[in-house]
Each structure stands twice: as C-alpha cells, then as structure tokens.
C-alpha cells in the first residue's frame, strides 16, 4: 500500500495536524483505497502526546485520530517504511538529506509538491506564529494539493515495488 510520512520538529503539531488532514482528504476520496499516513519529529523526544492546543485546533478543525497520537524520532529504519516523505521546513529537508542521503529523491517540502515553491510551515512553537493559522494553512496545503500529493506517492510506491521485485 502506498505510504506518507509527514515530518516537523517535535511531531507533537504540524506533522500530525498535516497527516491528519491527509487521512480526512482520502477517505471521502477513495473509500476503499488503502494508504498508510504517519508522522515524525526530526528533533523530537519519542513517547509524548500530541500538544493539548493541537487537539484543541484538530477538533475545531474536524480532524479525528490525534488523541492517540505519541511523538517518534525520525530514524533510518522508519524513513524506509515510506514511499513519500513530506518535510516542513527547509531545515528539516537538509538535516535529513544529510543523515540519510537515500531518502532525497522521495523527500520533498509539503509547500512544494502543492504550491510548486518551496518555503517552510512556520512552527507554532516559535514566537510570532499563530497556532491556528498553521494549523489552517495545512489543512489548506492538503486539501489544494492532496491529489498531487496521492498521486506522487503512489508513483514512487509503483517504482520501489518494482526495484523490490528486480532485487529478488
């Protein structure tokens, strides 16, 4: 199935509230269609909750499934489990191209893939960001580009299970 991993900092905000959204795009979409979303920090201690104001804005927002949420540390064995990764920030784009260079032709800024210019999500834990309109700017993100966010993923899943299969 293809698969989307959703990247920010500390993975207690805007990767979860992103894949979140993501999972609401699909589901009135293609209903049957399964597609595995998740979400990880770059910097980020694993086990917590997701922040009490990004279930705040989740709910006020519509989006289901954050109450579970725990935070986890973006590592090697989890960036393979995933045909698209979707960054927030250019820092995290080249922090994890750094550390793990075989990612780099399937990582991607989210602002990129849907709005063709690359800039980051501001993070609402930095001074001068509003939490809502991070979380708005997001939902907006997914659910302009959401398509193309699909369909990119379901091209690189089609070209890693055909190099699976070229390996065996």
């Not at 920010?8 to 293609?30: G, K, M, V």
């Not at 104001?53 to 519509?62: D, S």
């Not at 709005?115 to 302009?144: N, R």
Request: net charge negative; charged share 20%; proline share 7%.
């Amino acid at each position: 199935m293809p698969s989307i991993l959703f990247v920010c900092t500390a993975n207690q905000f805007r990767s979860p509230i992103a894949a979140a959204c993501l999972i609401d795009f699909i589901h009135p979409e293609n209903p049957l269609e399964k597609w595995r979303v998740e979400s990880a920090g770059t910097w980020t201690k694993p086990g917590l909750p997701t922040s009490p104001l990004a279930l705040k804005i989740a709910h006020r927002l519509g989006l289901r499934g954050l109450e579970g949420h725990i935070t986890r540390q973006v590592t090697q064995e989890l960036l393979d489990q995933f045909d698209l990764i979707l960054v927030m920030e250019t820092g995290h784009l080249e922090a994890i191209a750094s550390e793990f260079p075989n990612v780099v032709g399937r990582m991607m800024l989210l602002s990129e893939i849907v709005d063709g210019a690359p800039y980051s999500i501001l993070d609402p834990a930095d001074q001068g960001s509003d939490p809502d309109d991070v979380a708005s700017e997001l939902q907006m993100l997914i659910q302009k580009g959401g398509s193309k966010i699909l369909d990119l993923a379901k091209t690189f899943h089609r070209a890693r299970c055909a190099l699976d299969e070229g390996d065996s």
